[in-house]
């Protein structure tokens, strides 16, 4: 099982760029699905993006389609979120997550990474 860490968090203005890298350990990365969820304040876990460790599909929630783009590099064992004209609303706690079976719930996760994006 791969453990994951992230980074690149931070605080931004509003329209600003961040990139967040989650580092996984282990030889089996390539076989994962990566997802990046995110936690505001009050509100529960959901996830932004995601990408397959099949075929590189990707998947976006609306709130971010056009403006993150999630990304991985398996020769690095890292996946990305590119994430551009960052508003207020995109403030909380982001995660890594990856699972082997794609019918199944992410479980593996990151410790998380604080996005604070002000207006």
């Known amino acids: 099982q791969v453990q994951l860490v992230e980074s690149g968090g931070g605080l931004v203005q509003a329209g600003d760029s961040l990139r967040l890298s989650c580092a996984a350990s282990?030889?089996?990365?390539?076989?994962?699905?990566m997802g990046w969820f995110r936690q505001a304040p009050g509100k529960e876990r959901e996830l932004v993006a995601a990408?397959?460790?099949?075929?590189?599909?990707?998947y976006y929630t609306d709130a971010v389609k056009g403006r993150f783009t999630i990304s991985r590099d398996n020769a690095k064992n890292t996946v990305y979120l590119q994430m551009n004209s960052l508003k207020p609303e995109d403030t909380g706690v982001y995660y890594c997550?990856?699972?082997?079976?794609?019918?199944?719930?992410?479980?593996?996760w990151g410790q998380g990474t604080q996005v604070t994006v002000s207006s």
């Open positions: 282990g030889r089996t990365f390539s076989r994962y699905h």
């Open positions: 997550a990856g699972k082997v079976v794609l019918s199944r719930p992410y479980d593996t």
């Open positions: 990408v397959s460790g099949s075929d590189g599909s990707t």
